[in-house]
């Protein structure tokens, strides 16, 4: 009977633990527990109390119970207890199946993470790759789109819109074509002050816009739709347009001609 509690104390010198840790962790006495250790299971209020106390002991100085107790079970054995005693070992050998079921999912989880986070990372660098190459696509064949274009355009014969007048006496800012291309409409702005204001708005679904105010770099996005601009201009703008369709301009609140061409097309005013 010895040999089950030589097995335990072994195990708990080499972990440097002494009785009051072990009672302290497992919550058994030390009376109890000197008993496991000198195989005197008769100071226990019964066998299915060692084998419990045996169970704890083993668990907290890192020995398989399950394995410990199939293999010295004849030492609990009682008549009146062997019934308890088969209750008592199926759950234990079912409650060990379950947890070993629930390690192997717990091990699966964060793999299964990790693949999820990694195809979401991707398909947000699609997205942001196909939302780009849509606004600035390569150019298409436009040239009937060109011309129907440009046969919009005013007449270069007459460079000054109706808008060219005098209203009531006031100045008003006027602007005319001096250059149209499938990819290049360049205007001569006569603003009415020193200076003149465009507002780029987008009363479709959305176009991808790149601006230049007086040489520097003003603005890049993606606009979508609702969405408004205002730029204050001294001398010149330069508005690239992804997807000219979708865009407005105006020129001090005097809309320019709607671009139709469904490719980039840049859009310049200057003084």
């Known amino acids: 009977?010895?040999?089950?509690?030589?097995?335990?104390?072994?195990?708990?010198?080499?972990?440097?633990?002494?009785?009051?840790?072990?009672?302290?962790?497992?919550?058994?006495?030390?009376?109890?527990?000197?008993?496991?250790?000198?195989?005197?299971?008769?100071?226990?209020?019964?066998?299915?109390?060692?084998?419990?106390?045996?169970?704890?002991?083993?668990?907290?100085?890192?020995?398989?119970?399950?394995?410990?107790?199939?293999?010295?079970?004849?030492?609990?054995?009682?008549?009146?207890?062997?019934?308890?005693?088969?209750?008592?070992?199926?759950?234990?050998?079912?409650?060990?199946?379950?947890?070993?079921?629930?390690?192997?999912?717990?091990?699966?989880?964060?793999?299964?993470?990790?693949?999820?986070?990694?195809?979401?990372?991707?398909?947000?660098?699609?997205?942001?790759?196909?939302?780009?190459?849509?606004g600035l696509a390569p150019l298409p064949d436009t040239t009937q789109s060109s011309k129907d274009t440009t046969s919009k355009a005013p007449d270069n014969k007459n460079n000054t819109t109706s808008n060219d007048v005098y209203n009531n006496n006031v100045k008003t800012t006027t602007f005319s074509v001096i250059n149209s291309t499938k990819s290049e409409v360049d205007y001569k702005v006569v603003p009415a002050g020193d200076s003149y204001k465009v507002d780029l708005s987008i009363p479709g679904q959305k176009c991808w816009v790149s601006v230049k105010v007086d040489g520097a770099s003003t603005y890049q996005y993606l606009m979508t739709s609702g969405m408004t601009k205002t730029f204050d201009v001294k001398n010149n703008i330069e508005i690239l347009m992804g997807n000219p369709p979708d865009a407005k301009i105006t020129v001090d609140g005097q809309e320019i001609p709607h671009i139709d061409i469904p490719a980039p097309v840049t859009v310049k005013l200057e003084k």
């Open 1 to 134: 009977m010895n040999e089950l509690g030589d097995i335990l104390k072994n195990a708990r010198l080499k972990k440097g633990m002494t009785l009051d840790d072990l009672q302290e962790i497992t919550k058994i006495r030390t009376k109890y527990l000197k008993a496991i250790e000198d195989g005197d299971f008769g100071v226990m209020p019964a066998l299915v109390y060692a084998k419990g106390f045996v169970k704890s002991y083993a668990e907290a100085v890192g020995i398989d119970p399950y394995e410990l107790l199939n293999k010295y079970s004849y030492l609990f054995e009682d008549e009146k207890d062997k019934e308890e005693e088969r209750q008592y070992v199926k759950p234990d050998i079912e409650e060990k199946k379950a947890f070993d079921i629930f390690e192997s999912l717990r091990k699966l989880v964060k793999p299964f993470i990790g693949v999820i986070v990694v195809c979401l990372f991707a398909f947000g660098i699609y997205y942001m790759v196909n939302q780009i190459n849509r």
